[in-house]
């Protein structure tokens, strides 16, 4: 055998070794970044939630800032009843919605049948809580404070019915008594023999 041949020999297995190399090494270049973007697919991704309202969704609804509402709550308690009416309208104006709204309406409408309140005026309070009661909707949550303030107007309605018809009741009776005793008048007269005087 030639020495060219023998040295080919030789070499043949470092030559398949070598591109056996090489072919591994670029076949491993090309495949990490797709093994990478694998594993990097594979990995849990934290949802991302946005706080946007959805039309079929049960979100909470946004709290109110009750901040001017108790501060007409606390100074309510010390009397100082036109403070506390300022704090009510200052509470209807920051907060703009519909229950707000009514909060400070029935808050004010009671703070006008306090009798020691300057604002004091039972008749247009009656009528004003009369008119507001018509629009407040049975699942609006009102503050638990305007809710008793808003029994008490309840209540004061009532014993204001109750008032009305009771001077209606007695004045029937006295228009009743009146007619007794005028037949009972007429009746003693014819008794004695007396020409009854005429009915007015």
């Known amino acids: 055998m030639a020495a060219g041949d023998t040295l080919s020999a030789m070499y043949r297995p470092i030559k398949f070794l070598v591109c056996a190399g090489c072919l591994l090494l670029l076949q491993a270049c090309g495949s990490s970044p797709a ?21 079929n969704c049960s979100c909470e609804e ?14 309510l308690h010390e009397r100082e009843y036109l403070e506390s009416l300022e704090y009510f309208q200052r ?7 519909a ?9 004010i409408a009671y703070l ?29 949550k009102l503050h638990e404070k305007i ?28 228009s009743e008594l009146a007619k007794r005793e005028t037949a009972i008048k007429r009746l003693r007269d014819l008794t004695l023999g007396r020409e009854p005087e005429p009915v007015e």
């Open 35 to 55: 093994q990478e973007a694998t594993d990097e697919s594979t990995e849990p991704v934290p949802e991302i939630t946005l706080n946007m309202p959805q039309s």
């Open 99 to 107: 229950v707000a709204d009514v909060e400070a309406k029935i808050a």
């Open 62 to 75: 946004e709290t109110q800032d009750y901040t001017f509402l108790e501060k007409g709550f606390n100074t």
């Open 112 to 140: 006008s049948i306090l009798p020691d309140s300057p604002i004091y005026d039972s008749r247009a309070a009656r009528a004003s809580y009369r008119e507001l009661r018509r629009g407040i909707q049975p699942d609006w």
């Open 147 to 174: 809710q008793l303030m808003q029994d008490s107007l309840e209540t004061f309605l009532e014993i204001q019915r109750q008032l009305v018809e009771l001077e209606q009741n007695n004045a029937d009776l006295r």
């Open 91 to 97: 509470y209807q104006r920051i907060e703009k919605n």
